[in-house]
Structures are given as structure tokens and as C-alpha cells.
């Protein structure tokens, strides 16, 4: 299964975003796996993504590690305005689903951990309180985009809570500066 399309919304009466993931089968058949994110949830799982993709450049790129977080913001922006310049945050999700392997009523998520590897394609897998668990491998471009995701959802809510990304601009850098 390859991953297909991703949504997150606030959904007010029940204070929770609704997480829709599709997916795509060899033979061309669509999979959606509908889930419910709490605002504890969202708050534990955020920090993991920084980390994730800080800790994915120290991999790929050692010589870089000491850079990670300006190299994640600035690989954030590239990703996020390729993303937008294709209009892919624009589609709408599709409704030509044709199984839900939980069923159509969401999960409640519980829990989420991050598998990262040199090379490999970051994963998370997002465990339910009782109905199990599901992986979503992301290519960075798409863990980046699930991240914009995550972020404008988020705006919706009134958790009192900003999801941000590493600041790589000058001004966010402090300490001595040293030329080499």
C-alpha cells in the first residue's frame, strides 16, 4: 500500500482532529483509515516530528547534524511551496473510497512512534486505544506536508497551542558567531 492522500480537520463537538489516510493498492483500490487525534496527542506527537526530522539530516548528511534544525526549516519551506505550487494541498479528499479497514467510524489514537532509518523513508505508526495500529511510511516531502497539515488544523482549535517548525533566520541563532 502506498500512501495516497492525508486530511486533518477540527471537528468542534468533539474536540478532536480528524485524521483521514488514504491509501493505494497494486490493483488501483482505495483504502481510508479514519482517526481521532486529541490535543494530548497532538502535543506528544509534535516534538517526535521535530526530532524525527532533525535526527533523519544527522543520518543521511553527519557533516550536517550540528545544522539540523536551520536544514529542517529550510527543507520544510522548499517541501511545503513545492507542495503548494502543485496544488496538492487544494485537492479535495477522495470520496471514491472502497474499504475502511477499522470501519467508517474513526479510532480514538492513543499513541504514535516514529521509525527512522538512514535512507529510509520515516515512519509512523499510529496505535489505537482498542482497534490496533496502522504505519504510514512518508517520503519527506509528504512528512512535511503532513506537518503543514497538522499546523493549519491546529489554527482551527482553541487549544492554545502552536505547532512550530525549527526557525532558521538570523535572528532565531544566538550565541558567539566564529568565522572559520
Known amino acids: 500500500m502506498v500512501l495516497q492522500q492525508i486530511q ?3 471537528w468542534r463537538n468533539e474536540d478532536r482532529l480528524l485524521l483521514r489516510v488514504s491509501f493505494k493498492h497494486e490493483d488501483g483500490s482505495l483504502q481510508e483509515i479514519r482517526s481521532w487525534m486529541t490535543r494530548h496527542m497532538v502535543k506528544s506527537l509534535w516534538p517526535s516530528i521535530i526530532h524525527a526530522l532533525e535526527t533523519q539530516v544527522g543520518l543521511d548528511n553527519p557533516n550536517a547534524a550540528h545544522a539540523s534544525s536551520e536544514i ?12 503548494r505550487s502543485r496544488g496538492d494541498f487544494d485537492v479535495p479528499f477522495s470520496p471514491d473510497i472502497d474499504s475502511y479497514p477499522f470501519g467508517e467510524q474513526p ?16 515512519r509512523i505508526n499510529f496505535v489505537s486505544a482498542k482497534n490496533g495500529s496502522f504505519e504510514v511510511a512518508f517520503t519527506p516531502g509528504m512528512l512535511h506536508g503532513f506537518c503543514t497539515v497538522l ?6 482549535t482553541d487549544w492554545d497551542i502552536e505547532l512550530q517548525m525549527p526557525d532558521a533566520s538570523p535572528a532565531a541563532w544566538e550565541g558567539e558567531r566564529v568565522l572559520n
Open 107 to 122: 479510532i480514538l489514537l492513543v499513541q504514535a512512534h516514529i521509525n527512522i532509518a538512514t535512507s529510509r523513508a520515516p
Open 72 to 83: 529542517v526549516s529550510m527543507e520544510h519551506q522548499a517541501k511545503v511551496n513545492e507542495i
Open 151 to 156: 499546523q493549519d488544523a491546529v489554527k482551527a
Open 8 to 10: 486533518a480537520g477540527y
